[in-house]
């Protein structure tokens, strides 16, 4: 009984197991990860948006985040003024959607 008792407590001399660097190791761990596969990608991608925003000119065409598909026909710093079937709308850049309208403009593949 004595012996099992021994055996669960502490080591000789005071050790505890780890010092307070150790302890805080997997914490650092956990926010290495959390941004390397979630915050470094994010900053990415929203870099990447802005630069397309700013190369949009007139004439692209461009898809809305509501999903109006209309031709840019004036750029200004913040806006642009788009134009579908006859109607024109102005919009603010951040409405402008990447990825839609990246697809819209790629040439069309032909096939074989």
């Not at 990447?48 to 949009?56: I, N």
């Amino acid at each position: 009984m004595n012996l099992s008792v021994f055996l669960m407590g502490p080591a000789p001399g005071g050790a505890t197991g780890g010092s307070g660097i150790m302890g805080m190791l997997p914490f650092v761990l956990i926010f290495v990860v959390f941004y390397f596969f979630m915050i470094y990608p994010q900053m990415k991608k929203n870099k990447a948006q802005k630069k397309f925003r700013e190369t949009l000119d007139k004439g692209d065409k461009v898809i809305t985040i509501g999903g109006i598909h209309a031709k840019i026909i004036e750029a200004t710093e913040h806006t642009f003024l788009i134009e579908s079937e006859g109607t024109k709308l102005r919009i603010d850049r951040t409405a402008v959607s990447m990825e839609a309208s990246q697809a819209l403009n790629q040439p069309k593949e032909e096939k074989k």
